[in-house]
């Protein structure tokens, strides 16, 4: 490593950042953060980097995209204290972080599968969970029953705002309409995959807004492109911090 940082050619700040799109301070900064190792000093106090420093660079910069600003400095700093192991239990973390979000949209996928609104919400409609107890609506008995849940849980969903339901005039029960049903399937199956509350009340904030599951399927594909453009972003990063680490020796 000492042989590659006072030996071959010498690189100014400027070269350095004119080569990566940044500014001399942003390199200085890097150098500081631990992302860089630390640069040589000539006899009036200049730094000088190496091509050892724009390999560097070139790492961090490509381990940013799919590990994001944090981690990306954690792993070069790991790297350049010599502590290459915990770099790549870092790497690891990032990836299981990936197969997680992976498992989170399959989740949400296989509920809107699971979802037949036309069966869960027509009285009397054969398996769906939703037979009416009343006119033009099912009370919250039957709805928890169909769904396998307990009434305190819908309750707890309405006051989250994932169900509306309205309240009976004469009784003050309940009464979940059609899409009060439609809301309480989708709130089910994403809780079964695993997502919190306040992580389902936006989709199906989405879903109200505009009338239906349609403009989940949209989403869904941005969701799929976000995590296939992280996944190539890894590998890129993978690649350069490979690089990188052959040339420290």
Known sequence: MGRNL???ERLRPVDLARGHGLSTQAVRNYEEAGILPAAARTPHGYR?????HARALRAF?????GHGHRTATSIMRAVNEGAAQEAFRLIDESHARLLDDRRTLQAVENALRDLEPSAATEPGGGSGPATASGPGGTFIGPLADGLGIRPATLRTWERAGLVRPRRDPLTGYRVYDEADVRDARLA??????GYLLEQIAPLIAQVRAAGGLEPLEAALGDWHG??????????????????YLRERG
């Not at 000088?48 to 050892?52: E, W």
């Open 6 to 8: 006072q030996s071959g």
């Open 48 to 52: 000088t980097y190496t091509p050892l």
């Open 61 to 65: 910069l490509a381990l940013v995209p």
């Open 188 to 193: 089910h199956q994403l809780r079964r995959g």
């Open 226 to 243: 976000r995590l296939s453009a992280r996944g190539r972003a890894m590998l890129t990063g993978a690649a350069e911090l490979d690089a």
